[in-house]
């Protein structure tokens, strides 16, 4: 009879090299060049998300109401759309994107009024309130991802750029 494998310690997550290996171990014909790949970017999207959200607390206002803010930004100025084109960018319904666009409203991120030249148009602009915490937002962000990167150099930064890019375009054309 053969001595019982030891058990990982579940109360904190594994390294990645540890990891790895049990998957080497149950499942031999792994790779573990791209296990360790896709394992260190499945944990390094985890935290940056983790932190992004403690950062958006912070600021009073949560991941889905930043998206919004985003969309209004990216649109320029005078940082205005529609609620559906805003649905439609988001991938939201209109219903959803109503009951967002009322809380940021009584969050003062954004106004909602008609349209002038067509009183059917709904028109969502971004406040300067929305502008200002959507800002902080990008300077804690800017923080943050500087000491990320602060151990990749900035030729290594040039290569990770092009391969990460490369990556996602493949998912995105495979499985969009």
Known sequence: MSAPRPVPDTGSELDIAEQVAIYQREFP??????????SSLSRVARRMGTAYGRQLTVLGITSAEWEVLKALVVAGSPYQLGPGELAKRLGLTPAAMTHRIDRMVAEDLVTRERDE???????IE???????????????AAVFEEELLQDVEPTERAVLSELL?????????TSP
């Open 29 to 38: 014909t792994v790779d573990p060049q791209v296990e360790t790949i896709v």
């Open 117 to 123: 030249a067509n009183r059917v148009r709904v028109i």
């Open 126 to 140: 971004l406040t300067e309130n929305g502008r200002d915490k959507w800002l902080e937002s990008m300077r804690m």
């Open 165 to 173: 890019l490369r990556m996602l375009t493949r998912i995105e054309r």
